[in-house]
């Protein structure tokens, strides 16, 4: 749908000679190598803190999400092995299961990336994976860029080092991969920015339902941000240009009504599975994500992950997470660019609308201004809390929108910068004969090009100087200990008959048992376990975090958040009994850790005196259960 004159790598805007020369062909692929090292190197310089000792790092933003993201691996290369449906699992909240399609489970990766899993460990291949991610998303924005938007690959790098290393993306690569996953976004966009092409519908139809079919099983929520941002695009576009717009409405419709379809007969049975299969949900209860609106003051601050980044700073504006945090240069600078390019460029009229639309959406129900609460009603103050797909959405995640715009906005500024499309400087007059008039004219379009000069260094400088304190730096990793031998070296295999399953101490949830989770993910799903990281439905059908606690479980974390064990009663060890028996228990593992000794009291008072097998406490129940 978009016009062609508005593409300067187009051949209207861009004519090239039929046979370049050898070496002006070897240029651009010599470029994109250059670009695409870079940002690999990006990558690992951001993964850095796990790699000097990856089996026993964790993130120390979000440990629980990166330990839940190597059980994702560990899940994926367990369906593959055993050829098990990978959008349910009872590997884990034992014994109703985990609806993975209802979960993060990010299974367009976790799937094809199942044969390197069993080779080289979920710890491994999430660090591996992590900067790769980060490296990809960089690499095909820059593609994209350098091929349909702007003639300077110093542009389309710029641009796509933003969109993949921009301070929001980065934070969310503290134990977050699916939010860093956004490699076939850009893909996704200029397709659809194609769709009406004339003659190509059926082409350009059917790789955007591939596309958008994939994108399903990385991060449903990003695509649901693409295709808003894509709505936005197409009607502001539409707007400025409707005579092009209608000619081109017909190839547009025909292609995405293809490309819909497509991607739904694909994913039809996912789907249906996500909403009505077993342990499926409708919404989180008490809309809790729609709280959750970006601060006013985050978009001029420097992100805690950048080399200009403050931690006491986040502390007093982070209540949400990090998905501007541009700093104010940044701001300054991409101000000026909208202002400089609106008048003649039509991509930055829709970049603009774009910032102005998702920055008021992301402010939330309420306007919060340096981590105060305002009393001015933000956007979503107005928007139901049970509205399908809304339901789920988190108000500040909007912005990623504008990080993607101003992204875009920085590649078209270093572009104009660079002189793409500036037309050639005019011949000087001639004078009156004498040759004043020529020295004149040399004089004046001397100092227009000094002038101009001048300008260009100085936006270059501008840009330069709003992005270096960006440069992100090793994400923060704390250690965290390993199973124990019992568990690593299969000690545990007698104890453990088919159908029944190990309950570790403590239980794992989403706020205890971080060290637990990840027994079951580094044996490779080996046993089931009770409870775990995920969302699930309560009683009414509304998804809660973790599995509904029952009172053997919530003892065990009531003792530890205490650190003393409660007078124990008769009925506390018949609800014990009870609660083993609905896990289908066969025995009751304590490892080693901050609150081993409590536990081992709490334990010992409810089931009797343990046995010490190897490195662990362990209670063998199946004679009770």
């Keep these: 749908m978009v016009d062609p004159s508005l593409n300067p790598s187009s051949v209207e805007a861009n004519p090239v000679v039929a046979d370049p020369p050898r070496r002006a062909r070897r240029r651009p692929a010599r470029a994109d190598l250059l670009a695409i090292g870079a940002y690999v190197l990006l990558g690992v310089l951001v993964c850095l803190n796990y790699w000097g000792d990856v089996e026993h790092r964790v993130s120390s933003h979000l440990p629980t999400d990166h330990s839940w993201f190597e059980w994702l691996f560990a899940h994926g290369a367990y369906s593959v092995q055993h050829l098990e449906n990978p959008l349910f699992t009872s590997r884990q909240n034992a014994p109703d299961g985990v609806n993975m399609m209802a979960n993060t489970s990010l299974l367009g990766v976790t799937l094809p990336l199942a044969p390197l899993t069993l080779l080289l460990g979920p710890q491994v291949m999430y660090a591996l994976y992590l900067g790769a991610a980060l490296s990809a998303t960089a690499a095909t924005s820059y593609w994209v860029l350098s091929r349909h938007l702007v003639r300077s ?61 994939y994108q399903i099983f990385i991060n449903e929520e990003m695509l649901l941000l693409t295709a808003l941002a894509c709505l936005v695009v197409v009607v502001a576009y539409a707007v ?3 005579r092009a717009a209608r000619e081109r409405a017909g190839s547009f419709v025909a292609a995405l009504g293809l490309g819909g379809g497509l991607a739904l007969l694909l994913t039809a049975y996912p789907i249906w599975f996500q909403f009505n299969g077993p342990q499926s949900y409708r919404g989180l209860q008490g809309g809790v994500f729609h709280n959750w609106g970006e601060d006013l ?17 986040e502390k007093t504006i982070g209540l949400t997470e990090q998905n501007t945090w541009f700093g104010w240069p940044l701001v300054l600078v991409a101000l000026a660019a909208l202002v400089l390019l609106v008048r003649r460029s039509v991509p930055a009229r829709i970049l ?12 939330g129900p309420v306007v919060r201004f340096n981590g105060a609460e305002t009393d001015i009603d933000g956007p979503w103050a107005y928007v139901p809390d049970d509205l399908p797909l809304v339901e789920m959405m988190m108000p500040t995640r909007l912005s990623l929108v504008v990080v993607a715009a101003v992204g875009v906005l920085l590649a078209l500024a270093w572009d104009r910068l660079a002189g793409a499309g500036r037309p050639p400087v005019p011949a000087p007059r001639s004078g009156d004969g004498d040759g004043d008039g020529a020295d004149d004219a040399d004089g004046g379009t001397a100092a227009r090009g000094t002038r ?11 840009i330069a100087a709003a992005l270096v304190p960006l440069i992100p730096r090793p994400l923060p990793a704390e250690r965290i200990d390993p199973p124990p031998h019992f568990i690593t070296a299969g000690g545990w295999r007698p104890y453990v008959p088919e159908g029944r399953t190990l309950v570790p101490v403590p239980i794992p949830s989403n706020v205890h048992g971080l060290h637990t989770l990840r027994w079951s993910a580094l044996t490779g799903h080996e046993f089931p376990i009770p409870g775990g990281y995920f969302i699930g439905p309560n009683e009414r059908g509304e998804g809660v975090f973790g599995a509904p606690n029952r009172p053997t479980s919530t003892l065990i974390y009531s003792t530890m958040d ?5 007078e124990i009663t008769e009925e506390n060890r018949r609800q014990a009994v009870d609660d083993l028996r609905f896990w289908r228990a066969s025995v009751v593992v304590l490892g080693s850790g901050p609150r081993e000794a409590v536990l081992r009291d709490l334990m010992a008072a409810l089931l009797g005196p343990p046995q010490r097998v190897d490195d662990v406490w362990i209670w063998d129940v199946r004679d009770r259960v």
């Design 153 to 213: 690959r110093g542009a389309a790098f710029v641009g796509g080092a933003f969109l993949g290393f921009a301070p929001g993306i980065v934070h969310h690569a503290n134990g977050q991969p699916n939010f860093v996953s956004n490699f076939l976004l850009p893909l996704i966009v200029a397709r659809v920015l194609r769709l009406g092409e004339p003659g190509r519908w059926r082409r350009n139809g059917l790789a955007l339902g591939l596309l958008v079919a």
């Design 562 to 566: 205490a650190n003393e064990v409660p």
């Design 352 to 363: 603009a609308v774009l910032v102005v639309v998702f920055t008021i959406a992301s402010i």
């Design 240 to 242: 400025q240009r409707p």
């Design 452 to 462: 101009r000069r001048v300008l260009r260094l100085a936006g270059f400088v501008a």
């Design 297 to 313: 003051v985050a978009f001029v601050t420097f992100a805690r992950d950048t080399i200009a980044g403050d931690e006491a700073v």
